[in-house]
């Protein structure tokens, strides 16, 4: 295989949320290499471990997020990707360490305090961290206090909030509000099943996306 | 004829002509707030669940209520751990079956597990208070209970385990089946199979796994004597269809779907459907008038026939209780729903009235704003009572029918702050609302007035003049004005000020000055508009 073959495979396989040889699943790649062996073999075969990471991982994510903004594909297919690009990943986590290969930036996650629910928040960690951004996630119930203690320990780091309940969203607003108090550069992206634009500009976030695949579009363009 | 709820409920849900739409508040904690409960403690007591829903119905006036929403009740028997919050349902904390671990090690299910003693109890007591409105009965959907006892890890066992995952589903709609049939015992006219993480995965995945075990339980229901319907809340566009598939006799879903793309595919398969009042940024942060546009919107695109109106899921705790009565008068009144869509229709900028040229005309004006008397029977009515004591007043009372379909009559109905149609304004003040006043409290109201119009006059007849200077530089034009007022045959008195008082309260910089001063008096009793506000300021400019 060539070096070019080697990375479109490896993006096809997380893509389709093929992890490794042994994975059943899609039936029609039953027994072939995964993005685990895949990404392993790229960094074997002398390809940069940034190239792997960019033309690999963030390649095959990204295909799948954009399918997933389509309605093409649900969240299903979205976690075995994950779960395939986690595998890839973990052959890259030395590069991470010495410094070779770095993050676009930082996310920080959490679903905000009175909520518990974490399926969409995830989601969203999953493919921003396929996208190549560093995600740093607070869990749940997450309050105004960690999120800005958060923000101490990764100077810059973009926040991510989450919300499933209405109720939650007035959690949401406080929470805005109480981070830009502290930190008033301090860039919030808001999302979950009751949010919409039109809340986001009430509460003085400053993006909301429908789709994971719209928070990796803004953090993308805050890069250039 | 009319139809109580539970007709109205049956018939459309059978897809057949209603005498109007039905209408269901889906109060699930939002009877907590009603009946002044928290959350945890409303939905773990069966007293405190009978009296949300009496709340409820009583504030609501609804074709049909649910008993208990709350989907976490199956998977609390058995052995989800759950966190609750005193202001929201409570929720799934632990999934037992995390990783995939055998079904052998769930518990038993029984009528007598966790809540569900207290929910029946509650079904059958609420069954003997309402017997004429539909009881709906919430049980959890097989997809979204076998998440709550997996986990995520769900999603891929579709991948990764079919097996696994089929048996998982073969075993939770036996709980809903289960749940369905103790419901319907206890007296429920419908059940609702509530799956909102079906909105999760896409069509195939829904035929592969959900098709087979949720059309048995539709099946079982109808079987029993029951009406079903298949919740689902959340991006669920893309399963409309297989949903429908299974065979519900109605598919209800929330503000993430458009109405009449649910109300086309619906309407091919024969089943009736409900939703979608948008929940939070109208029913619980708008305001009235925003519910009863948004649900006429609502009816508008649905049409009136299988189509139930209800919020997209279960209310928010604190939904102003007023913005979902608003939606009761809307549905309740014919012409409420005119009077909204004439509304809507001349809602551009309208002029403001002055209102203080009431207090200035001679007669009495007694307003009525009206849909239309020719066409709306209780604004004909209205009229008709007006006409009939103005002769009582001898030309002093003049009235004129403002209809809303008009520009002229939404300006009257906004200037005036008229919110009912019809409504009964004597000189601007909004007097009889809806209801037609018997003669003799419409002749007292407007003789009130006529008294206080006379008081008013008499007060406002009572203008001065005012000069200001010194003793010496006033005695002169304060005898001369003496003269002249006893000339004129005026009741009219003059006050002395000296130049300092003048400046302070008149802004004078000489004297001697002579000012007239009259009361004009704008408005009494009542707190008019900024916009009005604006209009008396503009005549003083």
Not at chain 2, 324 to 352: C, F, G, N, S
């Amino acid at each position: 295989m060539t070096h070019e073959e080697i990375l479109k495979m490896l993006a096809i396989c997380v893509e389709r949320g093929k992890v490794n040889k042994n994975a059943p699943f899609p039936p029609d790649l039953r027994d072939q290499d995964g993005a685990d062996e895949l990404a392993k073999h790229a960094i074997d075969q002398g390809i940069t471990a940034d190239v792997v990471l960019s033309e690999g991982l963030v390649t095959g994510m990204t295909a799948i997020g954009i399918k997933f903004r389509e309605n093409r594909v649900f969240v299903p297919e979205v976690l075995m990707a994950a779960k395939a690009m986690t595998a890839g990943m973990a052959h890259l986590r030395p590069f991470f360490q010495s410094g070779a290969i770095t993050h676009k930036g930082a996310l920080i996650i959490g679903t905000v305090m009175g909520d518990l629910h974490d399926i969409g928040k995830n989601l969203l960690g999953m493919i921003v961290e396929g996208a190549g951004w560093e995600i740093i996630d607070l869990g749940i119930d997450v309050s105004a206090d960690k999120f800005l203690a958060g923000l101490e320990e990764h100077p810059g780091a973009y926040i991510g909030l989450s919300c499933l309940l209405t109720t939650t969203m007035l959690n949401m607003e406080k929470i805005v509000i109480d981070i830009k108090a502290s930190k008033p550069d301090a860039k919030i992206l808001i999302g979950g099943a009751p949010v919409t634009d039109d809340f986001r500009s009430k509460i003085g976030a400053d993006w909301y996306s429908p789709d994971p695949q719209g928070a990796v579009d803004y953090l993308n363009g805050q890069q250039t | 004829m009319m139809m109580n709820g539970k007709e109205r409920i049956r018939k459309a849900f059978k897809v057949q002509a209603v005498d109007r739409i039905p209408w269901i508040p889906f109060v699930g904690v939002h009877g907590a707030f009603l009946a002044g409960y928290k959350a945890d403690e409303y939905l773990q007591s069966a007293d405190f669940l009978v009296n949300g829903i009496n709340k409820a119905v009583e504030a609501y006036q609804p074709d049909g209520i649910p008993v208990c929403f709350d989907l976490q009740i199956e998977a609390e028997a058995l052995g989800c751990q759950l966190a609750w919050s005193p202001d929201n349902p409570p929720a799934v904390i632990s999934h037992p079956l995390a990783g995939g671990k055998s079904l052998d090690i769930l518990p038993k299910f029984e009528k007598s597990s966790g809540r569900i003693p207290l929910v029946i109890e509650a079904t059958k007591r609420t069954r003997a208070a309402h017997p004429d409105i539909a009881i709906y009965g919430l049980i959890t959907g097989p997809f979204t209970l076998a998440l709550h006892l997996l986990g995520t890890d769900i999603f891929m066992m579709m991948f990764e385990n079919p097996d696994y995952t089929n048996e998982l589903l073969a075993y939770t709609v036996e709980i809903s089946r289960q749940m369905a049939g103790w419901y319907l015992e206890a007296g429920c006219d419908v059940i609702a199979v509530v799956d909102p993480m079906t909105s999760q995965i896409g069509p195939d995945h829904f035929e592969q796994f959900i098709h087979e075990p949720i059309s048995s339980l539709y099946k079982y229901i109808r079987e029993n004597g029951g009406l079903s319907s298949f919740f689902v809340c959340g991006h669920a566009q893309q399963n409309i269809e297989v949903m429908c598939k299974t065979g519900p006799d109605n598919v209800s879903i929330d503000e993430n779907i458009p109405l009449d793309y649910v109300r086309d595919i619906c309407k091919r398969y024969g089943i009736s459907f409900g939703g979608n009042l948008q929940l939070t940024l109208v029913l619980l942060m708008g305001t009235a008038e925003d519910c009863q546009k948004h649900a006429l919107e609502c009816i508008d695109t649905a049409g009136e026939t299988g189509f139930i109106l209800a919020p997209g899921c279960d209310l928010p705790m604190t939904t102003p209780v007023e913005n979902i009565q608003a939606i009761t008068t809307l549905v309740h009144d014919p012409y409420q729903r005119d009077v909204v869509r004439a509304l809507e229709k001349t809602a551009e900028e309208m002029p403001i009235l002055d209102l203080a040229e009431y207090g200035r005309t001679e007669k009495v004006i007694v307003d009525i704003i009206t849909l239309d008397s020719e066409s709306c029977a209780p604004c004909q009515y209205m009229v008709e009572a007006v006409r009939e004591v103005t002769p009582h007043f001898e030309g002093l009372v003049e009235w004129r029918e403002h209809s809303i379909k008009n520009l002229d009559g939404v300006t009257f109905m906004s200037s005036l702050f008229v919110k009912n149609i019809p409504t009964i304004c004597i000189d601007g003040k909004i007097s009889f609302v809806s209801q037609i006043p018997p003669k003799q409290e419409l002749i007292r109201a407007v003789q009130k007035r006529i008294n206080e119009k006379l008081k008013l006059k008499i007060r406002e007849k009572h203008g001065k003049i005012v000069l200001a200077g010194t003793r010496e530089e006033l005695k002169e034009i304060y005898d001369k004005a003496k003269i002249a007022i006893l000339e004129l045959g005026a009741h009219i008195e003059i006050e002395t000020i000296s130049g300092e008082e003048a400046r302070r309260l008149y802004g004078i910089s000489q004297t001697p000055a002579w000012i007239n001063v009259r009361n004009r008096i704008k408005s009494e009793g009542t707190e008019p508009s900024i916009e009005v506000m604006r209009e008396w300021i503009k005549a003083l400019l």
